[in-house]
């Protein structure tokens, strides 16, 4: 199975801040690399589907890069319905995996 | 508009069974693969099964291998997963996804609002 892991696990950071969080394949995955944003008692959301590909209604301050095995989530300016946990999924091969989640808070 | 309503959750005692339920509308069903997500008390999401448009290829999550099965009735729209032997450990909410396109390699694109499974042993 391929291991996705996050870092960090968690941040605090201000309205405004730039916030980038990291996600690394334990095997390269080219850009089979999605970003979910999940908020208490919420679905999750896709955000970001082949690695740097917004999904529709997304916001711009949203983007992902990376291939292989190393990626990640950037949020330009983060905005106050921003703060949620965020998971890395990789669609390279079954089974599908999540990265262990990163807590964004607020400082 | 998309949506997905899962239903079928409850609390059930530990080797008991549970059969979830997805009904789908919005989309044209038969024509996207779909998957179980699950996500257990603090923990984090982990991906439980998925299946094909037509149904021929199913997959599992190592930890739910030989007792859970996904199936599908793409002429009333729902996805199903039967849940037997169920342990303490596979409490959690369930949701069913719907994949971004057909192929082979997708992304879930949207999600039902999950049903809460608690296996009391």
């Known amino acids: 199975d391929i291991q996705m892991t996050q870092s960090p696990s968690s941040v605090s950071a201000s309205v405004g801040d730039r916030v980038t969080i990291t996600c690394r394949a334990s095997?390269?995955?080219?850009?089979?690399l999605a970003w979910y944003q999940q908020k208490p008692g919420k679905a999750p959301k896709l955000l970001i589907y082949?690695?740097?590909s917004l999904q529709s209604g997304v916001p711009s301050r949203f983007s992902g890069s990376g291939s292989g095995t190393d990626f990640t989530l950037t949020i330009s300016s983060l905005q106050p319905e921003d703060f949620a946990t965020y998971y890395c999924?990789?669609?390279?091969?079954?089974?599908?995996?999540f990265g262990q989640g990163t807590k964004v808070e607020i400082k | 508009e998309v949506q997905l309503v899962e239903s079928g959750g409850g609390l059930v005692q530990s080797g008991g069974s549970l059969r979830l339920s997805c009904a789908a509308s919005?989309?044209?069903?038969?024509?996207?693969?779909m998957n179980w997500v699950r996500r257990a008390p603090g923990k984090g999401l982990e991906w439980v099964s998925g299946?094909?448009?037509?149904?021929?290829?199913?997959d599992y999550a190592d930890s739910v291998q030989g007792r859970f099965t996904i199936s599908r009735d793409n002429s009333n729209n729902t996805l199903y997963l039967q849940m037997n032997s169920l342990r303490a450990e596979d409490t959690a909410i369930y949701y069913c996804?719907?994949?971004?396109?057909?192929?082979?390699?997708?992304?879930?694109?949207?999600w039902g609002q999950g049903t809460l499974v608690t296996v009391s042993s």
């Open positions: 996804a719907k994949a971004n396109d057909a192929s082979g390699k997708n992304f879930f694109d949207y």
């Open positions: 919005g989309f044209t069903f038969g024509n996207y693969g």
């Open positions: 299946i094909t448009t037509a149904g021929l290829n199913r």
């Open positions: 095997q390269g995955i080219r850009s089979w």
């Open positions: 082949a690695a740097s």
């Open positions: 999924q990789q669609a390279n091969s079954f089974p599908r995996t």
